[in-house]
T-cell receptor, first 111, second 110 residues
Framework: GAGVSQSPSNKVTEKGKDVELRCDPISGHTALYWYRQSLGQGLEFLIYFQGNSAPDKSGLPSDRFSAERTGGSVSTLTIQRTQQEDSAVYLC?????????FGQGTRLTVV | QKEVEQDPGPLSVPEGAIVSLNCTYSNSAFQYFMWYRQYSRKGPELLMYTYSSGNKEDGRFTAQVDKSSKYISLFIRDSQPSDSATYLCAMRGSARQLTFGSGTQLTVLP
């Protein structure tokens, strides 16, 4: 989507490995979100960054998941010791007023 | 029970048909209501946004919100094959993050 670039587009990893997913907002939006979309499911909120405030981590499913946002721009979502149930599309979004602009997502497959 | 329920379909209609997509929700604090369209292997894109109850029309699309029934709808008139996609309802209250339905897969047959 316009304004948000995610990499990689696809990632296949072995169970137990760590993975890092990247979100690069093109313009300097202060609000950034990570969502997860499992097969046939809607989007599940993971974490939210707003400026210099402490991130809202209430959606992270376990302590294997973490995220950071450096310099108010690029964000990385890290999943440690990946499990098969982590397989999903991970979407990053920026928000302008009420509209959320999504990237194309990273399709993660844990084998 | 999920906060937002949406019939997953799949829904298949002939070109030119009127399509009705619906979601119900349980959280009375929700006041911002959205419909997103998601093409295969793409991120969702915002289609319609409505604040509180009422109707909103944009071309062939009409969004309706009935807060008393906790029910929202999206109508697509004169449906086209290019409308084939997954349609996701989304909503929020004072929290910034969106709560999504599971999505309805729509196919418009030429």
């Amino acid at each position: 989507g316009a304004g948000v670039s995610q990499s990689p587009s696809n990632k296949v990893t072995e169970k137990g490995k760590d993975v890092e997913l990247r979100c690069d907002p093109i313009s300097g939006h202060t609000a950034l979100y990570w969502y997860r979309q499992s097969l046939g499911q809607g989007l599940e909120f993971l974490i939210y960054f707003q400026g210099n405030s402490a991130p809202d981590k209430s959606g992270l499913p376990s302590d294997r998941f973490s995220a950071e946002r450096t310099g108010g721009s690029v964000s990385t979502l890290t999943i440690q010791r990946t499990q098969q149930e982590d397989s999903a599309v991970y979407l990053c979004a920026i928000q302008e007023n009420t509209e959320a602009f999504f990237g194309q997502g990273t399709r993660l497959t844990v084998v | 029970q999920k906060e937002v329920e949406q019939d997953p379909g799949p829904l298949s209609v002939p070109e030119g048909a009127i399509v009705s997509l619906n979601c119900t929700y349980s959280n009375s604090a929700f006041q911002y209501f959205m419909w997103y369209r998601q093409y295969s292997r793409k991120g969702p894109e915002l289609l319609m946004y409505t604040y509180s109850s009422g109707n909103k029309e944009d071309g062939r699309f009409t969004a309706q919100v009935d807060k008393s029934s906790k029910y929202i709808s999206l109508f697509i008139r004169d449906s086209q094959p290019s409308d084939s996609a997954t349609y996701l309802c989304a909503m929020r209250g004072s929290a910034r993050q969106l709560t999504f339905g599971s999505g309805t897969q729509l196919t418009v047959l030429p």
